[in-house]
């Protein structure tokens, strides 16, 4: 694949070397089973549907079960009242009475039909308030077992990959799979009554037709295999097709594209991946083309053996002319029935995998959550201290935090300060408990909040990030989503947040102040500045309330007279609590050294490490790493 025009351009990306995800190997493994335990995975495939199925609706799934069971007896009477037909008219004795006798058979036909009728639109119309709701029920399940995962999951790419797999492929797989699984019921009853009445007029027909059946049947499954493995093979191709495609729309990037005319340059990329995905695909489908060629060709041999089987029974007496219209009838409906079976049958298999991807997300997304605890998290701890916490990211074998020892008394405003990359930002989320130390603890007044619900913790803690959340809602309700569980028809506890955080001014320049919707996504929305959206995002930190209060960079988008307001909206904040009886926690990450000078204790961070710590007067006075940094910082302001 990796020769040819395609290979020869470089990635956009910069490598070709992805690694693949970590679910696609045991798929892999799943899609090369033997024909034999591939059979003995439908059923597995089939339960995993019913249960989906049966948890949406026990009622409708038994209801859609028997309209489709009965649709494929109806057609079977039908099949019987057509053998009868044939018997009559093919019988001895003049025409016109074999007519009259068929005639409460050929009834018989029509009936068979006009129900058959009626039982599909019943059960697609049952079908119809069936699946919404699986789907429904499945979304839901997806949804709800990923909104619970802890925040370092979503650093895992494989992860995210199986995520945006499972809603990509996993649940439009379930739908289809319902609707090919109904089929797959209704086509069985029908072919089963065929083969039932080929082998009731001769039982030597029957093993040959089954040879049809089996010939079909390997190359429905090596059609499956063969599409899933190169779904997984072509996983990360994929993935990078994906990443283009949103350097190509997204709207953050839409000025540098066009800043730095990279639109070529983007163009080429999505095509070169595209082209080698085309490629793939189109040997995919050659192999496919080609497996079933063999499959039909053997399926077509076993009729045709079953034709000159009949034509011998014929010949030697064995079978009368009218039966043997009969069976040629049975043997076509039977062979029809087989087809359709094996299509359902094989399409629920092969989408199986893909049922899979998302059963595997569910229970990935399941083992992600905080370990189930009772213990509650201290209210409004006095100290929050940090025993020899070490800390890696999924999938990185370096340490962005060792041997980190801090211990935090309430009230304290903490800052954290240091080089890029030094773990400010990984150790502020270590505290608040929105990571989970790989080892050593975090210690609320003696507890350990990895024994402790996470809600427990995260509810006293507010997170004023670098990059706020752009919600896209109202001006007032980007404030509120601080803590929506606040009753403040009053009011009182917004507008304290945003002459806080100076945001009263940028909800005062909107057209529609707080009622103004922040997105480009709807038609008439407004979009804020860097400096605005951080505004709101301080707003929204000091709105929460928390006892411990994370704030990271809350100013570098801001201006000097917005940063003093918010510092001096932070300092208040940290002053009193909700009730004003006592002291927050705030921990302060910001590159702005002239900002921490009054805080009760700098942290300086150096490769994941602490290496001083102190008052801005012992730091300076000790010459060290801060003095240094500090004394660059004031040295660009003083020489001009
Ligand atoms: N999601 C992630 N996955 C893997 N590694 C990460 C991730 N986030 C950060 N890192 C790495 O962890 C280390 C610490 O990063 P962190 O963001 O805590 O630094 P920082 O001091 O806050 O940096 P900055 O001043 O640039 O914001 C860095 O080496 C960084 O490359």
């Known amino acids: 694949m990796e020769n040819g025009p395609a290979q020869r351009t470089p990635s956009l990306i910069g490598t070709e070397d992805f690694a693949k995800p970590t679910w696609a190997t045991p798929g892999e493994t799943a899609a090369r089973r033997s024909v034999t335990a591939t059979l003995r995975a439908v059923p597995a495939a089939i339960?995993?549907?019913?249960?989906?199925?049966?948890?949406?609706?026990?009622?409708?799934?038994?209801?859609?079960?028997?309209?489709?069971?009965?649709?494929?007896?109806?057609?079977?009477?039908?099949?019987?009242?057509?053998?009868?037909?044939?018997?009559?008219?093919?019988?001895?004795?003049?025409?016109?009475?074999?007519?009259?006798?068929?005639?409460?058979?050929?009834?018989?036909?029509?009936?068979?039909?006009?129900?058959?009728?009626?039982?599909?639109?019943?059960?697609?119309?049952?079908?119809?308030?069936?699946?919404?709701?699986?789907?429904?029920?499945?979304?839901?399940?997806?949804?709800?077992?990923?909104?619970?995962?802890?925040?370092?999951?979503?650093?895992?790419?494989?992860?995210?990959?199986?995520?945006?797999?499972?809603?990509?492929?996993?649940?439009?797989?379930?739908?289809?799979?319902?609707?090919?699984?109904?089929?797959?019921?209704?086509?069985?009853?029908?072919?089963?009554?065929?083969?039932?009445?080929?082998?009731?007029?001769?039982?030597?027909?029957?093993?040959?037709?089954?040879?049809?059946?089996?010939?079909?049947?390997?190359?429905?499954?090596?059609?499956?295999?063969?599409?899933?493995?190169?779904?997984?093979?072509?996983?990360?191709?994929?993935?990078?097709?994906?990443?283009?495609?949103?350097?190509?729309?997204?709207?953050?990037?839409?000025?540098?594209?066009?800043?730095?005319?990279?639109?070529?340059?983007?163009?080429?990329?999505?095509?070169?991946?595209?082209?080698?995905l085309t490629e793939e695909t189109v040997r995919l489908e050659t192999k496919k083309g080609f497996v079933q060629l063999v499959g039909r060709t053997l399926s077509g041999l076993s009729t045709g053996l079953a034709y000159v089987l009949l034509g011998l029974l014929l010949h030697q007496g064995v079978m009368p002319l009218a039966l043997a219209g009969t069976a040629v009838l049975a043997m076509r409906n039977a062979n029809t029935g087989l087809a359709a079976t094996m299509r359902s049958l094989n399409r629920v298999y092969e989408l199986s995998h893909y049922i899979d991807l998302y059963h595997g997300l569910l229970s990935d997304a399941a083992g992600r959550h905080h370990p189930p605890c009772a213990a509650l998290a201290p209210h409004n701890p006095t100290e929050i201290r940090i025993e020899n916490v070490e800390f890696s990211y999924p999938g990185s074998t370096q340490r962005a935090l060792r041997d980190i020892n801090l211990c935090i008394r309430r009230g304290e405003v903490v800052a954290l300060v240091g080089e890029n990359g030094s773990g400010k930002t990984t150790l502020s989320k270590i505290i608040a408990g929105l990571y989970r130390p790989t080892s050593g603890a975090v210690l609320w007044d003696g507890v350990d909040i990895a024994t402790t619900t996470e809600e427990s913790v995260l509810d006293q803690v507010a997170l004023i990030s670098q990059e706020p959340a752009r919600w896209p809602m109202t001006a007032g309700n980007n404030i509120r989503m601080g803590r929506l569980e606040y009753d403040d028809t009053s009011k009182e506890r917004w507008r304290r947040a945003v002459s806080a955080s100076g945001a009263d001014e940028v909800v005062r320049s909107l057209p529609k102040g707080e009622d103004t919707i922040l997105s480009k996504e709807f038609v008439g929305g407004r979009d804020l500045s860097g400096g605005q959206w951080q505004r709101l995002g301080v707003a929204r930190g000091v709105y929460r309330d928390a006892a411990v209060l994370l704030a990271d960079e809350p100013t570098a988008a801001l201006d000097a007279k917005a940063e003093a307001v918010v510092f001096e909206g932070l300092r208040r904040a940290s002053a009193l609590d909700g009730e004003g009886t006592g002291s927050r926690t705030t921990i302060l990450v910001t590159h702005r050294l002239v900002n921490v000078r009054r805080a009760e204790r700098i942290v300086v961070l150096h490769q994941g490490r602490i290496v001083e710590q102190g008052t801005h007067a012992e730091l300076m006075a000790s010459k060290g790493r801060y003095a240094d940094m500090y004394a660059l910082q004031a040295d660009a302001y003083t020489t001009a």
């Open 47 to 276: 339960t995993a549907i019913v249960r989906l199925s049966w948890r949406a609706s026990p009622t409708l799934t038994v209801v859609v079960g028997v309209a489709q069971l009965l649709a494929g007896a109806v057609a079977a009477v039908g099949l019987l009242a057509t053998a009868n037909v044939l018997t009559v008219l093919l019988s001895e004795g003049p025409t016109p009475d074999r007519v009259v006798e068929s005639l409460p058979s050929v009834l018989a036909v029509v009936a068979s039909y006009a129900t058959r009728a009626l039982m599909d639109s019943a059960a697609t119309v049952l079908q119809g308030r069936l699946r919404p709701r699986i789907m429904e029920e499945a979304q839901d399940a997806m949804n709800s077992a990923v909104v619970a995962v802890e925040l370092k999951a979503f650093d895992d790419p494989s992860f995210r990959e199986l995520i945006r797999q499972g809603i990509r492929r996993g649940l439009p797989s379930i739908d289809q799979s319902i609707r090919l699984l109904a089929e797959a019921l209704r086509s069985v009853v029908t072919m089963a009554s065929a083969l039932v009445a080929t082998a009731v007029l001769s039982l030597w027909l029957l093993p040959v037709m089954l040879l049809a059946a089996l010939a079909e049947m390997w190359s429905a499954t090596q059609v499956g295999k063969l599409d899933f493995l190169s779904f997984l093979s072509n996983a990360t191709r994929q993935l990078r097709i994906g990443v283009v495609q949103d350097l190509i729309v997204k709207r953050e990037l839409a000025a540098e594209v066009r800043a730095y005319r990279l639109q070529d340059q983007l163009m080429a990329e999505h095509r070169r991946v595209a082209s080698q």
